[in-house]
C-alpha cells in the first residue's frame, strides 16, 4: 500500500530514514514550507532563508532521483502553514492512508505528530533518526545508575564503540583530549583561508527576497548569503576544511581576531543540521587527514 512520507526542513538527504524503503513509483513525498514552523521562535533571517533555498534544491533532487513529490510552497495562498493539516490535505489528494516521518529534531513537534492519528484519522509510522552515532538505547544504558552525567566520559565511550582514533583500548596518541594545548594566542602573520563562499543562484536569491517580504519582523540581514544548498556543495564545503583549515584548527579553535570572524572552524555544522552532511563521514574526513599526515 502506497504511503506519504513527509520530511521535515531538516531532514534533507535520500538515506535518511523516511527514505529508506521508499517505493519510488507508488510513495509520495511531502515537504511544507510553513511559516509557523519558521517563526515559533525568531530565527535569524539568513537561517530561514537558508532552510528554504535548501528545501526547494532538495525538491529538486528527489524529482531527478525518480521520487514522486508533493511540495507545498510558502506562499502558495492555500498553504494552512499547519504542518498536520498540510499532512492530511496531502494524504486526501493521493488517496493515502498512512505516513512514515522520521523522529523530528524537537520533542514539542514529537508531540504534535504523534496527534496525528487521534486527529486526523491517519497511520502514523515515527522512525528513529538514523543521523546520530548514539541511539537513544545507547546513551539510556550509559546513562544508567551514574551519578553525574559528563560529556568527557561520554565522549571517551563514542570512540571506543566506534573505534575513532583508537589503538586498541586506548586513544591513538596516549590522551583523550588536548584541550590544554588548544588555546594558544593568534600569532602575528597568520594566514586565515577565506571561508567556503557559494554564490545565491536563483533559488537562493528567490528566497532571500521571500523571507525579506514575509518575515520583516525577524532580525538580520540577508546578505551576504554564501551557504551551501545542496549536499554536493556541503561536501565540497566540509572537503576544503580538511584541506585548508584542519591542521591549525586545533591550535588557534578559541582564539579571536578582529575582523576574522571565521578563524580556522570548519562552518560545517549548519549541514550536519540540516541533513546534508552525517557526522560520520565528518570524522572518517578528519581521521584520513590525520593517517595522510595533514593534521597533527
Known amino acids: 500500500m502506497a504511503?506519504?512520507?513527509?520530511?521535515?526542513?531538516?531532514?534533507?538527504?535520500?538515506?535518511?530514514?523516511?527514505?529508506?524503503?521508499?517505493?519510488q513509483k507508488n510513495d509520495v513525498v511531502l515537504l511544507c514550507e510553513s511559516k509557523i514552523e519558521f517563526s515559533r521562535v525568531k530565527h535569524h533571517r539568513k537561517k530561514i532563508a537558508f532552510w528554504l533555498s535548501s528545501m526547494r534544491?532538495?525538491?529538486?533532487?528527489?524529482?531527478?532521483?525518480?521520487?514522486?513529490?508533493?511540495?507545498v510552497m510558502l506562499d502558495d495562498p492555500k498553504n494552512s502553514h499547519d504542518l498536520l493539516q498540510e499532512i492530511s490535505a496531502c494524504a486526501k489528494r493521493h488517496h493515502l492512508q498512512e505516513v512514515?516521518?522520521?523522529?523530528?529534531?524537537?520533542?514539542?513537534?514529537?508531540?504534535?505528530?504523534?496527534?496525528?492519528?487521534?486527529?486526523?484519522?491517519?497511520?502514523?509510522?515515527?522512525?528513529?533518526?538514523?543521523?546520530?552515532?548514539?541511539?537513544d538505547a545507547f546513551f539510556s544504558?550509559?546513562?544508567?545508575?551514574?551519578?553525574?552525567?559528563?560529556?568527557?566520559?561520554?565522549?571517551?565511550?563514542?570512540?571506543?564503540?566506534?573505534?575513532?582514533?583508537?589503538?586498541?583500548?586506548?586513544p591513538v596518541g596516549g590522551k583523550w583530549n588536548y584541550d590544554s594545548e588548544n588555546r594558544k594566542p593568534p600569532k602575528s602573520g597568520l594566514t586565515i583561508p577565506p571561508t567556503y563562499d557559494n554564490p545565491p543562484d536563483v533559488i537562493s536569491s528567490a528566497a532571500c527576497k521571500l523571507v525579506e517580504k514575509l518575515f520583516p519582523d525577524h532580525f538580520g540581514d540577508l546578505s551576504p548569503f554564501y551557504f551551501a544548498v545542496t549536499r554536493q556543495q556541503a561536501v565540497d564545503a566540509l572537503a576544503l576544511f580538511i584541506r585548508e583549515r584542519?591542521?591549525?584548527?586545533?591550535?588557534?579553535?578559541?582564539?579571536?581576531?578582529?575582523?576574522?570572524?571565521?578563524?580556522?572552524?570548519?562552518?560545517?555544522?549548519?549541514?550536519i543540521n540540516i541533513g546534508f552532511l552525517h557526522p560520520r563521514e565528518c570524522i572518517e574526513a578528519a581521521e584520513m587527514a590525520y593517517q595522510k599526515g595533514r593534521a597533527p
Open 100 to 135: 512514515v516521518v522520521m523522529q523530528p529534531s524537537d520533542y514539542q513537534t514529537q508531540e504534535m505528530l504523534l496527534s496525528l492519528p487521534k486527529k486526523h484519522d491517519l497511520a502514523l509510522e515515527m522512525l528513529p533518526d538514523n543521523r546520530f552515532l548514539a541511539t
Open 141 to 170: 544504558t550509559w546513562a544508567t545508575g551514574k551519578k553525574q552525567l559528563r560529556m568527557e566520559f561520554f565522549y571517551r565511550e563514542m570512540r571506543k564503540s566506534h573505534d575513532i582514533l583508537m589503538d586498541g583500548s586506548e
Open 3 to 23: 504511503k506519504l512520507r513527509f520530511l521535515f526542513h531538516d531532514h534533507l538527504n535520500l538515506s535518511v530514514a523516511s527514505l529508506v524503503s521508499c517505493d
Open 246 to 271: 584542519l591542521e591549525n584548527f586545533g591550535d588557534y579553535q578559541d582564539a579571536m581576531i578582529e575582523g576574522e570572524p571565521w578563524m580556522y572552524h570548519s562552518h560545517i555544522g549548519f549541514y
Open 57 to 71: 534544491h532538495f525538491h529538486e533532487e528527489l524529482l531527478q532521483a525518480g521520487y514522486r513529490v508533493d511540495y
